[in-house]
């Protein structure tokens, strides 16, 4: 009663981990997710392989947050300086 699987990609990497490197994959994952998905009759490289998948979709998500964020503080930034040079040329004029 499979619902949900990984793209083959990921499923090829997950058969391209070491022991040691597919147990630091699975150690990251949920417990209740893990037992789920082994509970619907899926193998261990495919679960690995959707939390390869998971992972990735995360990572892509937070390099987005943070593109945003560092795009805001740049802006921000900008904003500041215009203000100090305007704050500054106000003071030489009044001098």
Request: with cysteine; aromatic share 4%.
């Amino acid at each position: 009663m499979k619902n949900r699987t990984c793209k083959e990609e990921y499923l090829e990497r997950a058969k391209l981990l070491s022991d040691t490197d597919a147990e630091l994959v699975l150690s990251r994952m949920s417990g209740k997710l893990y037992r789920r998905l082994e509970k619907e009759g899926f193998a261990k490289e495919e679960i690995i392989g959707i939390q390869l998948e998971i992972e990735e979709d995360q990572l892509r998500e937070w390099r987005e947050k943070m593109a945003g964020i560092q795009s805001k503080e740049k802006e921000k930034k900008k904003k500041r300086k215009r203000i100090k040079t305007k704050v500054r040329n106000e003071l030489s004029e009044c001098n």
